[in-house]
């Protein structure tokens, strides 16, 4: 079987190497004999021959050698191109391995990099899928409260009974708008003009209930008389769907009772939780400059930056609440980045969640702020 020796480089290395070390012989060796062949005609030439004949088989010896040294290189690439079956000549095979060598190492090096890149793309598609699969899981822990929350509503309100009188705390009373809005509000034993005006939104779990809204949140504080001590009216009105249909219906009723308890319209605040808490933020959006101060908690907001940047803003959301915080955390620096005045909280707790944030209502300090606004 003939071996090809471009294949195995380090044969062809070695191969190669004795030709080399043949070549060089080959011209020092006839350097040398022809220099002996020249003090072998000086010595015919002057006469310090023993005999003649002995100088003439010495010099054809040597010419001879000469030839054959001579004609050394050509036998070695000879017997090299026998053996191994390739032109083996001015390192044209050498020059042709070093060819493929590089070759095959930049086809290695090139597939190495496809799976590197490979890796990376399928280690950049398991982080995102990773983003996506907690995005996801927090949505639909966020779908399950609420779920819940209009549960619970329901049940608080089939025990209850629509037609059932509560208990609330005096200076609590619900009311109906000419076109269907239905409201509780409270109102301090001796009201005073130029009272401040704190309107609630409330949230899914409430819609279509005036009942179901004061076992929670702020209309529950305001139905155990948590208020009584505040120098403000406060609103809490009640929709079935969402804040966005009734907005032109809430304005109006504000400003039915702006005009009714003589309202110091510099103190208007806005807050809301939840589905409220996002319509505390557009009701802004869509009237600016009506509202005083703006306090959402666990909102996201649905407009531009600059749509906030003349109120007071007071965000909340509880330490569980990561979907709230993605929409409110930045979107607050940006607001500050833009010249308003907004702050950020969340709350502290581990086991402040979507249902027990809204006891922030009970704060005085909260209250005490909206107020001053």
């Known amino acids: 079987m003939i071996l090809n ?3 195995q480089s380090s044969f062809l290395g070695t ?5 080399s070390v043949i070549e060089i012989v080959s011209l020092v060796v006839p350097l040398i004999l022809i ?9 015919i030439v002057v006469g310090k021959t023993e005999t003649i004949n002995n100088h003439i088989k010495s010099i054809t010896s040597k010419v001879v050698a000469v030839v054959a040294i001579f004609f050394l290189p050509l036998l070695a690439s000879l017997v090299i191109s026998f053996i191994s079956g390739t032109k083996v000549q001015d390192g044209e095979c050498w020059n042709n391995a070093n060819k493929e060598d590089i070759e095959t ?17 399928e280690e950049k598609q398991a982080a995102e899928e990773e983003r996506q699969r907690v995005a996801d899981a927090r949505e639909k822990a966020r779908q399950e ?8 509503r329901k049940r608080k309100e089939s ?5 059932t009188p509560l208990s609330v705390a005096p200076g609590m009373k619900q009311g109906q708008t000419s076109d269907g809005l239905k409201y509780w509000e ?6 005073t003009t130029n009272m401040a005006l704190i309107i609630f939104l409330h949230g899914s779990g409430e819609r279509g209930s005036l009942n179901a809204m004061v076992t929670v949140s702020f209309p529950k504080n305001m139905k155990e008389g948590l208020y009584k001590d505040y120098n403000a009216v406060f609103l809490a009105p009640n929709t079935s769907s969402d804040w966005g249909s009734v907005d032109k219906k809430v304005m109006d009723l504000i400003e039915q009772k702006v005009t009714e308890y003589q309202i110091d319209r510099k103190k208007i605040i806005i807050t809301g939780h939840s589905l409220g808490g996002n319509g505390a933020w557009n009701m802004v959006a869509r009237h600016p400059g009506y509202f005083s101060a703006l306090v959402p908690v666990s909102g996201c907001p649905g407009h531009g930056v600059n749509s906030y940047t003349n109120i007071p803003i007071r965000s909340y959301i509880g330490a569980r609440e990561g979907h709230y915080r993605s929409c409110n955390e930045s979107f607050i620096k940006q607001i500050n980045n833009a010249g308003g005045n907004a702050q950020f909280f969340a709350l502290p707790s581990p086991n402040d969640g979507h249902g027990t944030v809204v006891n922030i209502y009970k704060e005085k300090e909260l209250i005490d702020w909206m107020i001053s606004q």
């Open 186 to 191: 409270y109102v301090p034993d001796k009201p």
């Open 5 to 7: 020796v471009c294949e």
């Open 15 to 19: 191969i190669l190497f004795i030709k």
């Open 145 to 152: 409260n609420e779920k819940k929350a209009e549960e619970e």
């Open 105 to 121: 190492y930049k086809l290695a090096e090139e597939a190495q990099e496809k799976t590197e890149q490979l890796k990376r793309d």
């Open 159 to 163: 025990s209850a009974g629509s037609g």
């Open 35 to 43: 220099i002996s062949l020249s003090l072998e005609l000086f010595k």
